[in-house]
């Protein structure tokens, strides 16, 4: 059995999952079901993960099968990854900006999605300019940036 202190961890996870989809500015409604859904959690006597693999956990009201999905894949991998890119919703080439210096998979969708950053060369014009450290999560120096381009360019950036 799985001690209170693991629904904690659970709704801890949601809640981090909602501010990371708050950040990204997704659905206010699929927000507020996270946040939802880890105040339930967080109040469960009885083991989330448990009553998810078991099937009960729809059954509580605000919970969906997505998100009790979600709850048996952290019982099973102890983390949810929620913003990161799938494939198919970016172009390969432009996934693969998550291993350039300072980037995460919220920034490359924003770049992509918002910015309509299609190339490297977009995206080196963009960091040249200065424009990109205007982004509040970037953690890299434009230096740093335009070396990883370099290196994504040559394929020794993987």
Do not use: C
């Amino acid at each position: 059995m799985m001690s209170a202190s693991q629904n904690d961890m659970i709704a801890a996870e949601f809640l981090r999952i909602a501010a990371e989809l708050d950040d990204e500015g997704a659905n206010p409604y699929r927000i507020r079901a996270y946040r939802r859904a880890a105040g339930i959690i967080a109040r469960l006597m009885e083991d989330a993960g448990a009553l998810a693999l078991r099937g009960e956990l729809t059954k509580i009201s605000g919970i969906g099968e997505d998100l009790a999905g979600k709850v048996a894949a952290f019982y099973q991998k102890g983390r949810i990854e929620v913003g990161a890119i799938e494939p198919g919703q970016l172009p390969a080439e432009i996934a693969a900006w998550v291993n350039l210096p300072g980037l995460n998979a919220a920034i490359v969708r924003h770049l992509y999605q918002r910015l309509h950053i299609r190339t490297l060369d977009d995206l080196e014009a963009l960091t040249r300019s200065r424009l990109l450290r205007t982004l509040p999560e970037l953690t890299a120096s434009e230096d740093e940036i335009l070396d990883g381009i370099a290196r994504l360019r040559t394929g020794s950036l993987t």
